[in-house]
């Protein structure tokens, strides 16, 4: 295929890697290259016939590439990451740290309009597509309320403050929407709900041999911002177990828009966004691909700086025409 | 509040008295008339501050309207209107005959360029936030399939072909998804679903005193295009029963995009949308508004020509500015 994108990937974890993979799925795009901070020659990816670049060399590389897609982390790598290289890249980013968000933007945006280049944050789905379903909910149901409920899935960060815990060798975090509540929502009660309500934890602890298993489950039920504000169980399994059963990264959720309409506003209308992901990591990174096919066009067609899915014409997420969007999908 | 949009609606049935009433609702939209082919006289709205006009006046008219919303037919109405208004008007419609969106588009096109108008057709929520579904969910998901299911709902078309047969007083059809394939598709299993499997149909109906509903039933059920494809039932009520169970007009439906991700195409990934409304024109009228918001302000920015709901930035659908939606919806 002639004209394709040309992909760079900066930051080789499972984000990575589903972008590596997602990019088999697309033949308008084309993996052209893979920085890294460590080692490149230690680095092994999916794709042999792909160069690994350590990141010093991204500057010097630039001009090989369309859109440079960073797999970062958002606590510490992509607020120092996706304004250095949108100086230099068209980037997208799946910053999701909600709340920074707005400096992040705004970093972001100085870099990319000094630059020439168009930069796409916080990507994924959730910011990401969940995003798009509160903005779309709220622009069509003015009159309304919107839940957002997540899971059943596993929590990253949960997980890592779990493994903090002296004593836990490994350990998977579960956020699983409280099904009572998911009906109250789509019964129409508009109910008033506490993060109690709206979600458990559930824990999965590989302890050390001898721990002391009864201070592990307090110090996770009892700990501040991550687990005392829900309900949470906590499981002792074995590594085994670990490995045979939560090896995968699931996750998804719902956002619900529950509204009315009508002379007297008793008019039901609910909207409702449910995603199921075997893989947590490899659907964001199906999200980010599509990211980087709009920034690739909005760079082409003379536009700059900082973009969130909000700005995108969703035709600009596909690879085929207008017409043939109108044609077969309108 | 000041720098309202100014809306006028043209044709008064269930949608234009919907946009009416979502109107109320847009503190930064306005109504500003109405357009009829009727006698204006005889034209009873729910807004009498606000002044009804004969079609004939639209081009007049023109200077005092931001955005004409058309709330006609997509048989007759819409394929004569909506190029003869977008020459001298912003406009939004519903057009909704699939298979003619091609032809549509390219008649409006031609004339909203000439007369330098932006116009947003077939808006709605089939074809419209479907469409944009369907969209999203194949470029997220290239190597996956979707699936539409409609109702449980209303077809007004299907009630007013059992109402032309001889001997029925009126009639409602209810289109309804079939549960068990709803599951399999949920269920990842991506099955192959002929009409039959996919919807069923529901008809009650008012006959004259007399009429053979032996005849009527068969008649129903054995239409081409309409029921012959499907498994239709016949229930016979009284014109009370009609009045007091089926004089809302629900609707709803759903939208998935079953795909695989991952080095071996064994991740699985489920997206769903799905709609429960209480009332298909109400429901329908407030994403024409939303994209009347967007059509007024793409055409401030001095765009023009034809577009549909896949050309609209979704920033645009929202009367708040990007950084508030980021910092609030994102």
Known sequence: MTNQTRIAIYGYGNLGRGVELAIRQ????????????RDPAALTTLSPDVPVYHADELTARAAEIDVLILCGGSARDLPVQSPACARHFNIVDSFDTHARIPEHFAAVDAAAQEGGHVALISAGWDPG?????RLLGSCILPEGRDYTFWGRGVSQGHSDAIRRIEGVVDARQYTVPVEAALESVRAGENPTLTARQKHTRECFVVAQEGADLKRIEREIVTMPNYFDEYDTTVTFITMEEMKRDHAALPHGGFVLRTGVTGSDGQTPQMIEYGLKLGSNPEFTACVLLCCARAVARMHRE????????FDVPPAYFSPKSGEELRRTLL
Chains 1, 2 share one sequence.
């Open 129 to 133: 597509m969940f995003s798009l379903m």
């Open 302 to 309: 003379g536009m700059k700086g900082c973009k969130t899915i």
């Open 26 to 37: 697309n033949p308008d795009m084309r993996l052209v290259a893979f920085f890294t901070r």
